[in-house]
């Protein structure tokens, strides 16, 4: 038959929960990169890559 458990089963029941919840959580970080270091470099070449040179005639070359 099944019964309710007693106050320190209920305790030692919610103290397990919370012992699970707490190992179970994610590190607590600092404030990450809105963008990885990877996605970073990308922007930064597909940025470089829309500079313009003067050649040696005074003309413009595109970078790429």
Not at 8 to 25: C, D, G, K, M, S
Not at 34 to 53: C, F, Y
Not at 54 to 63: H, I, P, S, T, V
Request: charged residues 25%.
């Amino acid at each position: 038959m099944l019964r309710s458990p007693s106050e320190a089963e209920a305790a030692a029941i919610a103290a397990a929960v919370e012992r699970f919840v707490a190992e179970t959580a994610p590190a607590p970080g600092g404030q990450e990169e809105a963008i990885g270091p990877w996605q970073r470099a990308a922007l930064l070449e597909g940025v470089s890559a829309k500079d313009t040179v003067q050649d040696a005639e005074g003309g413009e070359r595109w970078l790429s």
